[in-house]
């Protein structure tokens, strides 16, 4: 038999990808901590109308949907918000506000194959609820700058775009676009930049229908300040309401960080008002992370009212940027190795390891005999820092001989004090 | 609109059931990294025919299987191992021997409901590829048993009961039970505990349809001891293998943990050596954790012979017995609270609550203007261990008042001095 592969879009993670997704995960959950957040989790799967409902269209043909044994239609996640909203609705008021949440959920979604875009990936995912204030947004942008950081990026490698889905709406509407056409016209503007500027022009006057309201749309979106859209837009609410997001991001001192741009609208159904997403700053890859305002999301799950902000960064284009930044992570998978003179005997090796492993030090031994050549190959493979030699003649007075395999250097140690010089030894490492 | 529930046999894990969760994962990671296991993972599901011509019956008739949008049948993964040796069978020779692995799978499996299990679950498994020796089913069984002293459990609380496939089949065919009803007879003896002894006893009969057979068979599975079936048996092969297990545990200073138990054979259709199961004390719950040698697996999926053993052990069963033992976690949220006396400029807070946070420091503040009394209940509810109070008196002079939660001791520490003090602080606390 040819062996098998695993499904198109998805991962094997052998142990070196594995402690680099592992290391970009430890460096997530730090700055989750750092900003205050606490981690929960939800299904792996819903039932299908959670997602058919709220998501919109372009998340709903991605859908891996099926059928149990007990004929329920369920969908495997695509994203983790539904779930979130679904959870805090469930608890009506009881969860105190504001709830600041996070997880690191694996998503599925069957896409068309491309770079930074998989079928199987997995997110970051940060929000806050109960808070309707831009202050939650500003809170949850600089955590997504903290996030970068933690990564070690700067300004020079990725920028925060902000705008507001509230903005566009008043604008259009403000100019006679009816309402019934926003829907359709975000998710346009959501993947302008990923289609041709005719095929784009073709599908705006597709949806709008008027030379005037096309005309209106194309040059509202070349504005490239929040100063310039008020001389054309004039004092609207919603630019009150970013002006003091950017003050608030001032305090953060991350305004290097970000930026206004009035083409963000992100693509799924549910945002309701400010919203953003990070890109890397030549804008050579898809979206690094998206996020924004969902403050009736809760309510449609039945819940109590619930103003919510949230962002997620996916591992697959932040893979890719972290690639090209020569990100990499050497562990060993076993910080001493034991060898053994005396192959008759396993009790040496397997008593010393033992007192080791009760100690907490990380430790492994030849499980076969062989001879000291080989067992030094398996102390290269398993990246050990310092090998410990056992049932030789220093053994018949108490002692063993250690080396250390950065440098060579070899010295002997009272197997009494065996574990605490061990410990100190790799401390200072 | 009703809030729906997540579907049946999954969890919702709020914060409270997270840090569990968590808790217990890192107790697991920390014992692979003391006995020297990397970790790996694989995909969510595989191609259904990875599971279905390899695991046996009972696992297959629980498959949560799919079409997807590319009409290919698929399957959530019920069990990590087929992943595992279809990654080591794609590398053929390359990855260097022995092979020592783990990962903690999220898992799925179409079940009845009852106590410990779920249709959604978690695992760990570790695994050793490449040593035929029982040496490595001797590193296992030490290393399970670490995992449940990670945990806070002693040889009052688990037994590790060991047998052997080898020892049931030479035992069978010696008395002249022919070879195609070894794996029925297996899957029937893995199910004798959870059956009524007359259904358990009709079955037998239905198999092996001979008296004499049966007979035999319900006196070998009532020898106790090894020694006992010496006396029975002979000296087969399987019985050496099996006194050398156990000498080798007794070096590891295992013994008190482990028994001999001729019953245990393991539902799935790959073992075929050593096998083991662990069980609360007073079996009063479903096995904690089982593995044993599967030599032919790998091989199996086109790649080269590697003789292999691993083990898994089940979250929920673990819950259960955790549960018992008044196992909890609480960790705060955020360890500071920034209050801010002057609630009309949120620079105070913010600035504060960068300088923390960009030294590593887990706080919060509020995202809502509030008196003093609203913020303290908010300090509460991130379970935080300090507050410290910004924009007051004190910080005309540079300096900030600091609260203890704990005690409800206060000091002033100079701004300059913040960080420093508080991450002592921390540290002593």
Redesign the interface.
């Known amino acids: 038999?040819?062996?098998?592969?695993?499904?198109?879009g998805?991962?094997?993670?052998?142990?070196e990808d594995?402690?680099i997704?592992?290391s970009v995960f430890a460096l997530w959950h730090?700055t989750c901590?750092?900003?205050?957040?606490?981690?929960?989790?939800?299904?792996?799967?819903?039932?299908l109308?959670?997602y058919t409902q709220k998501s919109g269209e372009e998340i709903e043909k991605q859908l891996?949907?099926?059928?149990?044994?007990?004929q329920?239609m369920?969908s495997?996640r695509p994203e983790l918000t539904p779930?979130l909203a679904?959870?805090v609705?469930?608890?009506g008021t009881a969860l105190?506000r504001?709830i600041?949440?996070y997880s690191i959920p694996?998503l599925?979604r069957?896409e068309k194959m491309q770079k930074g875009r998989l079928r199987?990936f997995f997110q970051l995912n940060l929000d806050?609820l109960g808070?309707a204030?831009e202050?939650?947004d500003a809170?949850l942008i600089?955590a997504s700058i903290?996030m970068m950081q933690g990564l070690g990026f700067t300004k020079d490698d990725f920028t925060v775009h902000i705008s507001s889905r509230t903005l566009l709406e008043e604008m259009f509407l403000a100019v006679g676009i009816g309402a019934e056409k926003l829907q359709p016209l975000f998710g346009l503007l959501d993947k302008r930049h990923k289609i041709p500027s005719e095929v784009f022009e073709r599908e705006l006057f597709g949806i709008v229908a008027s030379d005037i309201h096309a005309k209106s749309i194309c040059e509202m979106l070349n504005v490239a300040s929040l100063a310039d859209l008020k001389t054309i837009g004039g004092q609207l609410p919603s630019i009150n309401k970013l002006e003091s997001l950017f003050a608030?991001l001032d305090?953060?001192?991350v305004s290097d960080f970000v930026a206004f741009d009035i083409g963000i609208v992100r693509g799924l159904a549910y945002y309701t008002g400010i919203v953003f997403e990070l890109f890397d700053k030549n804008r050579n890859l898809r979206a690094i992370a998206g996020g924004g305002r969902y403050d009736k999301l809760v309510g449609?799950?039945?819940?109590p009212d619930t103003p919510a902000v949230g962002f997620a960064a996916g591992d697959v284009v932040l893979g890719e940027m972290l690639k090209e930044k020569h990100f990499s992570v050497s562990?060993p998978?076993?910080k001493v190795y034991v060898a053994t003179f005396d192959t008759s005997d396993?009790?040496f090796a397997?008593?010393t390891a033992?007192n080791l492993?009760n100690a907490?030090?990380?430790?492994?031994f030849s499980?076969?005999k062989c001879n000291l050549g080989k067992q030094m190959e398996?102390a290269n493979?398993?990246r050990a820092l310092i090998v410990i030699f056992v049932g030789g003649e220093e053994s018949k007075a108490g002692k063993v001989k250690i080396r250390f395999m950065k440098n060579g250097d070899e010295t002997i140690v009272a197997e009494a004090e065996l574990v605490a010089f061990i410990n100190d030894a790799l401390d200072k490492s």
């Open positions: 038999m040819q062996t098998p592969a695993g499904p198109k998805t991962r094997d993670f052998y142990p594995m402690a997704r592992e730090a901590m750092r900003y205050g957040f606490e981690q929960y989790d939800g299904p792996m799967f819903e039932h109308e959670l891996y949907a099926f059928e149990d044994k007990g329920r369920l495997l779930t679904r959870m609705a469930a608890k105190k504001p600041r949440w694996r599925f069957y199987e806050i808070i204030e202050s939650a809170e600089a903290g608030l305090c953060y001192g449609l799950y039945g819940g562990v998978r076993s396993p009790a397997i008593q033992q492993r907490g030090i990380s430790c492994e499980l076969k398996q493979n398993a």
